[in-house]
């Protein structure tokens, strides 16, 4: 038994079983025996591989969104350009090498910024981005940044802010909850709390016994947070996750320890505990602020910001197994039966543009 299921389950003797996004975050953010504050999550040697790790490709075409959507902005300056939960640093490396071919001016008169909550995470990242010539500072929130124009990037965050889930019995839907069974080992049951059905999608009505439905408010507020610092500052927004453009009934959750599956109640704290992103939702959290937002998948997005036209030109002089190696990465990246459908990518524009 892991050191944070110990206090687990004397939690829930003490107060009674828990709901899943208080399960959630204490399995990946608690200050102790959290899987963000106390694990290398990312890479070949970690429990998974996100896709700034699998290309500078992707670094480099999101960058060239971000310089697109500055310069519809007419290129506002002091502006901060941003990075909310920024993994390893990788992508804000490539995106700041990326800067600097395209326009040094943005790089010297820019601040960069890295949204992060985890202290170890942020000592990596100052690691990986050690030596860069730019203004770079790390935030916990995005309250704490500068009042200016902000361009915004999120790669992989939405799934790992927690949700709650209800379970379908008899006529209602009810909060599942975890608690204990036969030798304190941790398991899912109905709780008594009840959602309004209204809150869920239009499918639930129809959905059989036992059917999981999710909802993220956490996700939607803190999407209501980065839409409402656009909307007064100005500058744009791209969210990359996995999930899904249209609502609908199931269990997402899910942990993932050295790139496979298991049960997400075996070891917290051990394991990346995420679910899908619902990205219908997250778009609702934008619409009041007056901006604009234009979804897409992975695979189109990529495509179309030209990733075959740049993985040509970096194997136009590499020998046979860089340019094996770069037409994976691409198949990886854009691919349908890879990251290139699953993964859904938001864009968050200012009302008259689009892009």
């Known amino acids: 038994m892991t050191r944070l299921k110990e206090r687990i389950v004397d939690l829930i003797e003490a107060v009674g079983p828990m709901p899943v996004d208080e399960y959630m975050a204490l399995c990946l953010f608690d200050p102790q025996n959290g899987y963000y504050t106390t694990r290398e999550p990312f890479g070949a040697a970690g429990d998974f ?68 909550t985890s202290p170890r ?28 124009p902000l361009f915004i990037v999120g790669n992989e965050l939405f799934d790992a802010v927690p949700i709650r889930q209800f379970v379908h019995v008899g006529e209602s839907w009810r909060e599942r909850m975890i608690g204990l069974g036969d030798n304190d080992e941790l398991r899912f049951f109905a709780g008594a709390g009840s959602l309004d059905p209204t809150l869920l999608p239009q499918d639930a009505s129809g959905a059989p016994e036992g059917a999981i439905a999710e909802v993220a408010p956490a996700r939607v507020a803190l999407m209501s947070v980065i839409a409402g610092r656009i909307a007064a500052q100005g500058g744009a927004g791209l969210f990359i996750d996995y999930g899904h453009l249209q609502p609908g009934i199931g269990d997402t959750l899910q942990a993932l320890r050295r790139h496979r599956h298991e049960d997400v109640l075996a070891g917290p704290g051990e394991a990346d505990l995420t679910s899908h992103v619902d990205f219908a939702a997250l778009a609702t959290a934008v619409h009041p602020h007056g901006l604009r937002v234009e979804m897409t998948t992975q695979g189109e997005f990529l495509l179309g910001m030209g990733l075959i036209e740049r993985a040509g030109a970096l194997g136009a002089n590499a020998d046979e197994q860089a340019r094996q190696a770069i037409a994976d990465a691409v198949e990886r990246l854009a691919g349908p039966d890879a990251m290139g459908e699953l993964f859904k990518v938001m864009k968050i524009l200012p009302a008259a543009r689009a892009a």
């Open 49 to 116: 591989i996100t896709a700034p790790e699998i290309s500078q490709m992707f670094g480099e075409l999101v960058a060239v969104w971000l310089y697109q959507a500055w310069q519809a902005a007419g290129r506002p300056l002091p502006a901060t350009f941003a990075e909310i939960g920024p993994g390893r640093g990788t992508l804000m490396k490539d995106m700041l090498r990326t800067w600097s071919r395209l326009d040094p001016a943005l790089v010297a008169g820019a601040s960069f910024a890295m949204i992060e």
């Open 121 to 148: 995470l942020a000592e990596i990242q100052k690691q990986t981005l050690a030596g860069q010539n730019a203004a770079l500072a790390w935030h916990q929130t995005i309250d704490a940044l500068p009042r200016r």
